[in-house]
């Protein structure tokens, strides 16, 4: 796989000046591998290569990195007791925690969300796998090249009052920290004018469908905490770009924001109203026709657009269940996952949401499926739920 991008995909504000990323890693031979990665992308630079939290939290007013991969387990001072003190020394820091894949280090990276990182990234078990390598490195370079270029538009100027820092919260009534200042909920979203929106479909939806990436675990919990009797009366199927174990854990959040039943989805089940279900990390979920039921269809496919699971599987095969009665939501994400499905929604008469780029961590999936015209609205994340609410109340304003 190749990793390093054209030119034309580097964001321009990252162009002028390489971002600076501070690599903190007990490990030799990882400090190593990420370091000689990001030393060959023109627009990056190893701004240090340092063994403990502590180090990074000494020498990060004379590193001032834009970006910091932070690993969780190392001597004097781990990851998540290093995160705090990194961010208090610099609130626009963008943090990416590096861990390896066990149930213990994805729950703690999903307390880092809460106290500020911006992002994780799971490590391979072992280097000399090629394929986990290779996805590794990519995953790695894009998250820092997306969130190095948002951190940096989002720091403050010379003289200009320091931006508001954002906080993760995953747990009920959460509001996600995007790295913007947030929109009130009266507030009309602010969509450039050019970017063309439809109609909602004059269909009523009997499904929900919801994509999300970077920044997806917060965005998710401040949508599900609101949505009630939308849930009880109509199934809501999510596809997050995210490993194994770390979806088994969001599924538990899920359901504890929601106060609803939600779990990774079984091939074969039944889809019901009354329930969340959330596609299995190293699986896409489809859904397929059994008999006169809906039911969920996992593959162990190739990723589609550098994910596993993917949002466009479950968006294109919902048409076929759903038809025009398909509503999805695009959140917070790199790339374009989403708006290839979400084209075939619009086509067969349903509607596309988008969230907005100001409460966006990364604005790439809602962006894409924004700047194709497929969407009826773009919106903040904090006015997603209610009108999600008020669509399946029957509302096609």
Not at 82 to 92: D, E, M, S
Not at 211 to 237: K, N, Y
Not at 301 to 329: E, H, M, R, Y
Request: positive net charge.
């Amino acid at each position: 796989m190749s990793v390093a991008l054209a030119s034309s995909s580097i964001p321009s504000s990252t162009r002028q000046e390489p971002l600076r990323v501070m690599v903190v890693d007990d490990s030799v031979v990882i400090r190593g591998m990420i370091s000689r990665w990001i030393s060959s992308e023109p627009d990056m630079v190893v701004a240090a290569s340092l063994r403990t939290g502590l180090e990074a939290v000494n020498q990060i007013d004379r590193v001032n990195p834009d970006v910091a991969v932070l690993d969780i387990e190392m001597p004097e001072l781990d990851g998540i007791a290093a995160l705090p003190k990194l961010l208090a020394k610099k609130k626009n820091l963008a943090v990416i925690m590096a861990s390896t894949l066990t149930r213990r280090n994805a729950e703690i990276s999903f307390k880092a969300l809460s106290l500020g990182a911006a992002d994780y990234i799971p490590k391979p078990e072992s280097t000399r796998e090629a394929s986990a390598a290779d996805n590794f490195h990519y995953d790695l370079i894009q998250k820092i090249r997306n969130l190095g270029a948002k951190a940096r538009r989002a720091a403050p100027v010379h003289h200009a009052p320091a931006a508001t820092p954002h906080v993760h919260e995953l747990r009920p009534a959460a509001v996600p920290r995007p790295l913007a200042a947030p929109v009130p909920a009266h507030a009309a979203p602010h969509v450039p004018a050019q970017i063309a929106r439809r109609a909602f479909s004059s269909q009523m939806p009997k499904v929900l469908l919801i994509g999300s990436s970077t920044g997806g675990p917060q965005a998710l919990m401040s949508v599900v905490t609101e949505l009630g009797a939308v849930i009880d009366r109509f199934p809501v199927l999510i596809t997050q770009h995210m490993p194994p174990t770390f979806t088994t854990i969001l599924a538990e959040h899920l359901a504890r924001s929601s106060r609803r039943p939600a779990h990774e989805a079984i091939d074969g089940e039944v889809i019901k109203p009354g329930q969340i279900y959330l596609a299995p990390g190293g699986r896409h979920m489809r859904v397929a026709r059994h008999g006169a039921d809906a039911v969920i269809a996992l593959d162990n496919g190739p990723p589609v657009n550098f994910c596993k699971p993917a949002v466009d599987p479950l968006f294109t095969s919902a048409v076929d269940i759903w038809q025009g009665a398909t509503l999805a939501v695009i959140l917070t994400g790199m790339g374009s996952d989403g708006m290839r499905g979400g084209k075939d929604i619009v086509a067969a008469g349903g509607s596309v949401i988008a969230q907005d780029e100001a409460t966006s961590v990364v604005w790439g999936m809602p962006g894409a499926a924004a700047n194709a015209g497929i969407c009826a609205a773009i919106l903040p994340l904090n006015q997603i739920a209610p009108k999600l609410v008020r669509l399946f109340a029957g509302d096609r304003s």
